[in-house]
């Protein structure tokens, strides 16, 4: 994927500002929002345009109509943020993790936390996801992604109102409810708190979890508890002898990448730095794997709240507050699901050419 390939709306904009003008009822190249100032920015064109157009028109044109264009729709759940792909007529991903990588660069390509694909069903499922994070590894789950994930079907299959689907992921099958305010509400399945499971070569600390755990990072000993919702979690409310921990003060992109590569997560590990406001309402920051300082991860999300209660720090039921936004999260007693609620939208539309 040539990073020269820009988004559309860049390339759009270029076009549409060197394009001869044209009357209106030969079609005019029109730019490009509609709706108002929250509705999603999607690249509209009448492509009549008449003669003579710009070069830079032209090769827009062709670009646009290559059989090589990939179209997808950007969407963001609290800032976590994802580039959409169709890619229901194969069960292949329509890009490479290198093309993704390039991709989700913020300066480079279109900028995102990752590329999602949505997939035909398998093992029953209605829809199979599958996701390339930011630096092109492929992950097992996203929180914020099924969520947009959901609303990107709606969008697709022109639905609306309330609805759910059942989607295949890499940490089994995920259900996510569009409900009537727009929000989409997930269940996240069970977590996995055995070590070697998750993976981690922590010990276990409690019922064959590892709670509370000691990890050296940094010269400190951390105290964590993991958990995979599918893609494994580190959890952290603070380090031995340091007073609890203020989430603002931290210097993410220095210690979450320490955790992330430690030698006792072998298949890596997202990060959460979490403070606790009250027994029903915690603060976090999240290193995530493959994509470094996020605004939210809602698998992150569920993660903390699964280890605020095995901790005795917090109630099942908890508002968990992201850089980008809250999730409302509940580990539920009675199924041992984690169930998470908040918003997904779509911002922008384009195309690249690959
Ligand atoms: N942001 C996501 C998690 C995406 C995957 C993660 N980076 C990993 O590698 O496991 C979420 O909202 O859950």
């Known amino acids: 994927m040539s990073p020269a390939a820009t988004a559309a709306a860049t390339s759009f904009a270029a076009a549409a500002a060197t394009a001869a003008p044209t009357a209106p009822s030969r079609g005019c190249v029109r730019l490009p929002f509609r709706g108002g100032p929250g509705a999603p920015r999607r690249a509209v064109a009448s492509m009549a345009v008449s003669t003579p157009r710009s070069a830079a028109a032209a090769s827009f044109l062709e670009r646009r109509e290559s059989e090589r264009a990939l179209h997808f729709v950007k969407y963001q759940g609290l800032g976590n943020d994802f580039i959409m792909v169709d890619n229901r007529d194969s069960s292949e991903p329509k890009v490479t993790p290198e093309e993704a990588a390039k991709l989700c660069d913020r300066n480079f390509g279109i900028g995102a936390d990752g590329v999602i694909f949505v997939m035909p069903g398998t093992n029953g499922a209605d829809y199979t996801m599958r996701i390339f994070n930011s630096d092109g590894s492929e992950p097992e789950m996203c929180g914020n992604g099924v969520r947009c994930f959901a609303r990107f079907i709606?969008?697709?299959?022109?639905l609306?109102?309330?609805?759910?689907f059942t989607i295949h992921t890499g940490a089994g099958l995920i259900i996510p409810e569009i409900q009537s305010d727009g929000q989409v509400k997930v269940d996240m399945g069970e977590p996995i708190l055995s070590g070697p499971d998750i993976p981690t070569k922590l010990l276990a600390t409690k019922n064959k979890a590892v709670v509370q755990a000691e990890l050296e990072v940094e010269g400190l000993t951390w105290h964590v508890t993991c958990v995979s919702m599918g893609n494994p979690h580190c959890v952290t409310f603070g380090a031995k002898d340091l007073k609890a921990?203020?989430?603002d003060d931290l210097k993410l992109s220095e210690i979450g990448p320490k955790?992330?590569?430690h030698q006792m997560f072998p298949a890596r590990t997202n990060t959460e730095f979490?403070?606790?406001l009250s027994r029903s309402h915690l603060k976090m920051r999240v290193w995530e794997r493959g994509a470094g300082a996020t605004l939210a991860c809602g698998t992150g999300a569920c993660a903390v709240v699964v280890a605020?209660?095995?901790?005795?720090?917090?109630?099942r039921k908890c508002v968990v507050d992201l850089p980008g936004g809250p999730l409302e999260i509940e580990w539920r007693e009675d199924d041992n699901h984690v169930y998470m609620t908040g918003p997904a939208e779509a911002v922008f539309y384009g195309s690249v050419v690959h």
């Open 245 to 247: 921990l203020q989430v």
């Open 259 to 261: 955790f992330e590569h």
């Open 160 to 164: 609306q109102g309330t609805h759910s």
């Open 308 to 315: 605020a209660v095995l901790e005795g720090r917090a109630e």
């Open 154 to 158: 709606a969008e697709l299959e022109n």
């Open 274 to 276: 979490v403070q606790v």
